[in-house]
């Protein structure tokens, strides 16, 4: 840790690794708010869809942030015209849009599953992050903070994001608790980028090897979960770690031998998919409930993550040529920089 310092990749403009974990992620991001919801609008007591969501838990978003931070040396370079318009400007954009969408939406669906809100969200949605969306909100915060902070040295950042993690903070306001939970692995990805490229071309190497720690690895976190023991900020972080790693070094290797080229795919297009996943999911797990065409619970929330991801990748290519396109695409009058081009919600 003594000898880290931020990396800049020297990459080209798509890793497969990463777009299959940026694939994974929101696949299981996608899959614990309908297992989640699905459970508690059905009432039933146990789901194998759910034990997934609390297998994941530890390093489902870690990881996301982790591989958020990649890139991050390489942004921190660029002026602070182009930095607020890619780094802070584009997620406010989407941010704002779909919270308006979200909060239509749940006014629409009063009364029907989990979506229960009052007027202060409206309020509150500059500082408090609302409902799923609190992703791309705590985004903005992390590359703005890491660019005010980019001179500080390395392993005092690292320390820091460290300690605030394992401070108990709960002040009850979203954004705050948030990046106290969750900024030491964006700054893990960020300063260790190197490592993760590693340990990448390690595995791709290695996959015996890598498949076997990867196992122990996944063991250790399911051990800590059903320990109670996940929590805890030195389990925690060894599980999100731990299970980040397996998870990296895993893909690599399947991104490696042409394996899930879908991942890939999704992952190219993962903020598509987080931005609308919640309405196809919503209807379709709430339909299936009130209809009675499908009992079992588990059953509806594979269905219904199914149809969440994949509507979202359909919409957009329906729409992209559209006036609707600014759904998916920031337009050009939301842009500091006026070139004449469109702005694609990728992360």
């Known amino acids: 840790m003594t000898h880290m310092a931020p990396q800049t990749a020297t ?7 990463i777009d299959y974990v940026k694939g994974v992620t929101i696949i299981l991001v996608a899959q614990m708010h309908i297992s989640l919801g699905t459970m508690e609008s059905m009432g ?25 931070g990649l890139f991050v040396s390489r942004s921190l370079k660029w002026d602070l015209a182009k930095f607020v318009d890619a780094k802070l400007i584009h997620f406010v954009y989407f941010y704002f849009l779909w ?61 820091a994001a460290v300690i605030l993690y394992a401070a108990p903070v709960h002040t009850g306001w979203g954004a705050v608790d948030e990046f106290a939970d969750r900024y030491v692995f964006f700054v ?36 800590f979960v059903e320990a109670g023991i996940a929590t805890k900020p030195l389990f925690g972080l060894l599980a ?42 919503a209807i379709v797990r709430i339909g299936l409930a009130k209809t009675g065409i499908i009992e079992n619970a588990d059953i509806i929330a594979l269905a219904a993550t199914i149809i969440a991801v994949a509507a979202p990748l359909i919409g957009f290519k329906l729409i992209e040529k559209t006036p609707l396109a600014f759904l998916f695409v920031r337009p050009q009058m939301f842009r500091l920089n006026q070139e ?3 702005t694609p919600a990728n992360a």
């Open 340 to 342: 004449p081009k469109l």
């Open 44 to 68: 039933v007591t146990h789901m194998w869809m759910v034990d997934i969501v609390e297998f994941a838990r530890p390093f489902r978003v870690p990881l996301f942030f982790m591989i958020a």
């Open 11 to 17: 990459a080209p403009s798509r890793i497969d690794w």
């Open 188 to 223: 893990a990805g960020y300063l260790g980028a190197q490592y993760f490229f590693d340990l990448a071309d390690f595995a791709r190497e290695n996959a015996l090897r890598v498949f076997a720690g990867s196992i122990g690895a996944f063991a250790m976190v399911y051990f």
């Open 99 to 159: 919270a308006i969408i979200q909060l239509v939406v749940k006014m629409g669906f009063a009364g029907y599953g989990n979506h229960a809100f009052d007027m202060t969200d409206i309020l509150l949605l500059p500082i408090e992050p609302f409902s799923t969306l609190w992703f791309i909100h705590a985004l903005a915060i992390f590359f703005m903070v890491t660019r005010l902070l980019k001179n500080v040295p390395p392993i005092i950042l690292m320390s």
């Open 240 to 281: 999100a770690f731990g299970g980040g790693a397996a998870t990296i070094a895993l893909l690599s290797v399947a991104a490696d031998r042409g394996r899930l080229k879908w991942l890939a795919y999704i992952g190219q297009r993962s903020l598509y998919v987080y931005l609308a996943f919640f309405l196809p999911g």
